[in-house]
């Protein structure tokens, strides 16, 4: 299936087919490459798990389009910042839609209602929703609820986030175009799976010695021992030969058939399928450090070249799903990356004296993001004064300027006038 199809196929297909992303499930190796098979590769799970998560743990809020203040008096903001519905949390929430988009690329939610007032979005299982075109060119999803049933819902009752692709119904899904590496990888892990559990000894033969005749049942009465003695739990102990044979075997060490060269391989591989610097996972390739300002540089490149696109991607699908025309033009969704971006001690202490002395944030607002209690007079905006004049430097106290900060001079009074003309 082309990638395009959802877009330029209509003339192949009916409106009323449903859409899918499902590629050619074939693999080169032969393994079936499933979201749970995938999981089950260290470095699959390590990617996921870390999108998922630290998406899912960003703060999203609901402001004032005009003024930028956080307005968590909206129905809206409750769902999406504290718990969208009975049973999970946000961060539960969020995480699970950012895991379904990176094996699946789509993630559903229905929608549920009190009167015109949306309460609650309720997870659904991507591998029971197909999305259909209907005759009068509305999106509409058909969903298999274990517990409810089957249902047909148009676009009003299911919030639907697509990732990557090219404009059709559904997004592309990553498992299904990586197949191929996946399938690699999941080859590789067996044969060292196997090569381990068979004693690092992949065959082996067994030859005559010289002069010595053996029968074809004293053949067989030793394949039959070779099997007591094979297997890692058997690895190390000596086996005794019967009179007349001697051993020769064919090992295989990892090195040697470059079994760590190519998982390894496959690290870095399967983590341009889903985005994420090989480091940021635990995987430093060769001649790269683990800490420092490189892996610094590199934690804020995946916030701008990866996590900024997909939360985008989150934002707008909000705000065009779940709020009206009329709420878009009042309000927007935005995720609080700060946490991200977050220095060390000295560095943040640096960061906040800039922005007190520049008059960009006042003092209170800078201890709010410690977590530390306002203060008396710490909401007026300041800004240093040493730019005047040397000859004016200290002549005014600090009580007599209009803010009560620096040493800014005031114009001096103009003398009163003469009485009586004088």
Not at 93 to 119: D, H, P
Not at 164 to 179: D, E, N, Q, T, V
Not at 279 to 296: C, R
Not at 388 to 416: A, H, I, N, Y
Request: hydrophobic share 35%; net charge neutral.
């Amino acid at each position: 299936m082309s990638i395009f199809d959802g877009i330029l196929g209509r003339r192949k297909v009916k409106l009323t087919d449903p859409a899918t992303t499902h590629v050619d499930t074939s693999t080169w190796s032969g393994k079936a490459t499933s979201p749970d098979a995938v999981l089950q590769l260290a470095t699959a799970w390590a990617c996921v798990r870390l999108n998922s998560r630290t998406m899912g743990s960003l703060p999203l809020k609901l402001h004032d389009a005009k003024t930028g203040e956080v307005e968590n008096g909206h129905p809206l903001y409750a769902i999406l910042h504290d718990s969208p519905n009975a049973d999970q949390t946000a961060m539960e929430f969020w995480e699970g839609m950012f895991a379904c988009l990176n094996l699946r690329g789509n993630a559903y939610a229905e929608k549920v209602f009190s009167g015109q007032t949306l309460i609650a979005l309720n997870a659904m299982n991507p591998d029971a929703t197909s999305v259909y075109r209907a005759s009068d060119g509305s999106r509409r999803y058909r969903y298999n609820d274990p517990t409810t049933g089957s249902h047909d819902w148009g676009e009003d009752k299911v919030f639907h986030l697509r990732g990557f692709g090219a404009g059709g119904l559904m997004g592309l899904s990553p498992i299904g175009y990586g197949r191929q590496t996946l399938g690699t990888a999941l080859a590789a892990d067996e044969v060292a799976g196997r090569t381990f559990g068979d004693g690092l000894h992949v065959s082996g033969f067994a030859e005559d010695m010289p002069g010595a005749k053996t029968t074809h049942k004293q053949r067989e009465e030793l394949v039959e021992l070779f099997d007591k003695f094979s297997g890692s739990r058997r690895a190390g102990k000596v086996m005794p030969l019967p009179p007349g044979f001697s051993f020769k075997a064919l090992g295989m060490n990892p090195e040697d058939a470059q079994l760590l060269q190519t998982r390894g391989f496959h690290v870095e591989e399967i983590c341009r399928w889903f985005g994420t610097f090989p480091i940021l996972i635990g995987h430093a390739s060769q001649g790269q450090t683990m800490w420092g300002t490189g892996v610094e540089s590199i934690n804020l490149a995946w916030l701008t070249l990866y996590l900024g696109p997909e939360l985008e991607r989150v934002e707008q699908a909000i705000e065009k799903q779940l709020m009206s025309p009329a709420e878009r033009s009042r309000f927007y969704v935005e995720h609080n990356v700060d946490a991200l971006l977050r220095a060390d001690s000295a560095g943040r202490a640096a960061i906040m004296s800039v922005q007190a002395q520049n008059g960009l944030k006042t003092r209170n607002e800078l201890r709010k993001k410690e977590n530390d209690p306002p203060l008396p007079g710490g909401d007026i905006l300041t800004v240093q004064s040493n730019l005047v004049p040397l000859e004016m430097l200290g002549k005014l106290p600090p009580s007599q300027t209009p803010d009560g900060f620096g040493t800014m001079p005031r114009k001096p009074k103009p003398e009163p006038a003469p009485e009586n003309g004088k």
